[in-house]
């Protein structure tokens, strides 16, 4: 997706090779325009793969997921990083290992939320090591729901989540796929 990939040239900051800050128009501050455009690239992508319902993590995931649900007009479910006392005890959980944040975490949804037979599509903000896409999975697996198709507004293809994604069968799309990058470069794969 060029729009995204200038986005990306301009306004991200590479931290290191493996680090992508784009906290000023994905992740902190959000370009609602750009948002709106990412969400129908989804929809064009996965228009044919029967999706039923749209999921992601929060909290970055959440923009880009609903865009996506809003346009595919499906409903969208929030996965938890988190138990909150609002919820009943449905719940089931998965651990994730948080490449951003070096440290564990509970993915948490109430049951309920994923039908059996449901063809989910997993939206988040960044593929890396897959962590969080292999968590999604097994909590839609737990719920006989099937994943219809996972989503990354960025991948970078550096790291292993996309191959280990591809290798388990799953059909992802990445609309940037970044191959390499360090203090002051970002490289793209050729699409
Ligand atoms: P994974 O589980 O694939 O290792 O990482 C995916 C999650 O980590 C995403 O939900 C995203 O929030 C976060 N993440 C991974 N890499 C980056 C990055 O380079 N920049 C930012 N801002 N978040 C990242």
Avoid at 151 to 177: M, T, W
């Amino acid at each position: 997706m060029e729009l995204l990939k200038e986005r990306i040239l301009k306004e991200g900051k590479a931290l290191n090779t493996e680090v992508l800050k784009v906290d000023m128009f994905l992740n902190q501050q959000v370009d609602t325009e750009l948002i709106d455009a990412i969400g129908g690239e989804f929809a064009r992508l996965f228009a044919d793969s029967g999706i039923t319902r749209v999921i992601t993590i929060e909290a970055s995931g959440i923009a880009p997921a609903y865009a996506t649900a809003r346009i595919m007009r499906l409903p969208l479910v929030i996965l938890k990083k988190a138990v909150s006392i609002a919820m009943d005890d449905s719940l089931i959980q998965a651990e994730v290992f948080s490449f951003t944040k070096q440290k564990s975490y509970q993915l948490t949804l109430q049951k309920e939320y994923i039908r059996p037979g449901d063809r989910v599509l997993i939206i988040d903000d960044f593929l890396a090591m897959g962590e969080a896409a292999f968590g999604a999975i097994s909590l839609v697996e737990r719920c006989d729901a099937t994943v219809g198709g996972i989503g990354a507004v960025i991948c970078k293809s550096h790291q292993p989540g996309l191959k280990r994604l591809l290798d388990a069968g799953y059909n992802v799309q990445a609309l940037a796929k970044i191959a390499e990058m360090g203090k002051d470069y970002i490289r793209f794969e050729e699409d």
